[in-house]
């Protein structure tokens, strides 16, 4: 027989915010920060537009697809879907995946829409639970002055205050609020600090649930 060493989890970390909250930036440098440490760190992002459905999505979001509201609902969710049994695979064997987005916008972005917040939640049912949520706490008045908008589908003052709205309506005991109008510095010292003691904890055991 062979004897298998059993490895340390990976921790699944993930970043949410408005848009424009600061929240790709700080993920790229968590992790660097994380790489620089020597641990087994990758960045991920949802939606991943690198797929079929991701491109679907990306062609949705730039308005060059009209999609019913609740196709696109399932296909931001499927594009998860499609990524969870390598998400897992990576976080049992040891690499902690920092993910920019998850079901939280895809709760709050449909639901802004007035969906029916219980039917949003439904096809995220399933998904790896996350060890932490990071969530950069930014007034959507405030998010809108930084430099503007782009020309995204939902890049809109008013419809940034209902998914702030609707953010607040799914914060759980895995989220950790860091005020996004900190500067930079502080925010990304804050985020380093949440995701060691998340990081420490996984490797000490705890287990990842569904
Ligand atoms: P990003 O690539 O992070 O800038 O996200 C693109 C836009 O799509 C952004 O406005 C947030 C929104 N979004 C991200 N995930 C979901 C989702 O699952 N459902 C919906 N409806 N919108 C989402
Ligand atoms: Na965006
Ligand atoms: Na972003």
């Given at each position: 027989t062979e004897s298998k060493t059993s490895v340390a989890r990976g921790s699944l970390i993930i970043l949410e915010g408005l848009d424009r909250s600061g929240k790709s930036s700080q993920c790229a440098k968590l992790v660097s920060y994380l790489?620089?440490?020597g641990l087994s760190v990758e960045a991920w992002r949802f939606p991943d537009r690198t797929t079929v459905i991701g491109q679907m999505i990306s062609s949705y979001l730039s308005n060059e697809s009209h999609l019913d509201d609740k196709v696109i609902h399932l296909l931001f969710s499927a594009n998860r879907w499609e990524k969870r049994a390598l998400m897992e695979s990576k976080l049992t064997s040891g690499t902690t995946l920092i993910v920019d987005r998850y079901s939280y916008s895809g709760v709050a972005f449909s639901a802004a829409k007035g969906l029916d917040f219980q039917w949003c939640k439904?096809?995220?049912?399933?998904l790896i639970a996350p060890d932490l949520v990071l969530y950069l706490?930014?007034?959507p008045e405030k998010a809108a002055e930084r430099g503007g908008y782009g020309t995204e589908r939902y890049e809109k003052l008013e419809f940034q205050k209902?998914?702030?709205e609707h953010y607040y309506a799914l914060r759980d005991s895995s989220w950790e609020v860091v005020d996004g109008c900190l500067k930079m510095e502080s925010v990304e010292e804050q985020l380093r600090e949440i995701a060691m003691n998340c990081i420490s904890k996984c490797q000490n055991g705890k287990p990842l649930v569904n």
């Open positions: 790489q620089g440490k439904a096809p995220e049912e399933g706490d930014i007034p209902k998914v702030a």
